[in-house]
């Protein structure tokens, strides 16, 4: 069973939301990050993607403090990313109560540096972030899709696949925040290449139909967002992909 995993991106204390990664596109939610976190608890949501858009800007995390709050008050697993370039960046957001860590800017600038992540900290938490603008030149997007990597992405993941990668969080940036539905061939070309990786799709969910089309292909997760924040996706309709804990 896939497993569903809203995002969280902050910017400057508030939720927020771009088209393609455009930050002249975003907009933000009236929503409290740790309410949202709790109300994602409350139907069942076990992982959450919490995304430091400052720290992304920055180069260096900045919204600790959202997640030690996430991780003091609620039992939600927190998959954390955003500007994470050292191992000191990595010790803090463990410190402050990230579960995982997702990492794409420095697996493109210094992929020894990232490989020696994986076998530190080991295979299960970290997550290789490896987002493509264009699904025809296939070349990896990183530094918040600003910058494009000289490798395509199949040799991007292979790289790290002979290093004991395991899971890959990947996006087709001309669907983030879109709402016209995830890249399904792509994702299919994706599972076809790599199926010992653990996938998790991002970008484009439109509703329910769409996740479970990702689940009969074999994807491990489905990242969701914008469909949520605009009252299209509601927690009630991922019921059947949930387990909801007794209180």
């Not at 959202?66 to 003091?72: F, N, S, W, Y």
């Not at 995830?182 to 994702?187: C, D, N």
């Not at 769409?210 to 009969?216: C, E, G, P, V, Y």
């Amino acid at each position: 069973m896939i497993q569903v995993i809203p995002s969280i991106a902050i910017r400057q204390g508030k939720v927020v939301k771009m088209r393609k990664g455009d930050p002249t596109s975003e907009k933000a939610y009236d929503e409290n990050p740790l309410d949202l976190a709790r109300r994602f608890e409350g139907h069942g949501i076990e992982v959450v993607h919490l995304v430091d858009l400052d720290g992304a800007e920055q180069g260096s995390p900045v919204n600790y403090h959202v997640l030690e709050a996430i991780a003091g008050h609620t039992d939600l697993k927190i998959d954390f990313t955003g500007g994470i370039c050292t191992d000191g960046d990595i010790s803090k957001a463990f410190e402050y109560g990230a579960d995982y860590i997702t990492a794409a800017s420095i697996a493109a600038t210094n992929p020894s540096l990232f490989s020696s992540w994986i076998i530190s900290y080991g295979r299960e938490k970290m997550t290789l972030g490896a987002d493509v603008t264009d699904v025809k030149s296939m070349k990896v997007a990183y530094r918040g899709w600003q910058e494009l990597h000289t490798l395509t992405l199949y040799d991007h993941l292979q790289q790290f696949y002979d290093r004991g990668l395991k899971y890959v969080k990947s996006t087709d940036v001309s669907r983030d925040g879109v709402l016209e539905g995830p890249a399904f061939g792509y994702y299919a070309d994706l599972i076809a290449h790599f199926p010992e990786f653990k996938i998790l799709a991002s970008g484009g969910v439109r509703g329910i139909d769409d996740i479970q089309r990702l689940n009969d292909m074999g994807l491990f997760a489905v990242i969701f967002g914008k469909a949520y924040y605009e009252g299209i996706l509601k927690l009630t309709d991922l019921e059947r992909f949930l387990v909801r804990k007794e209180a």
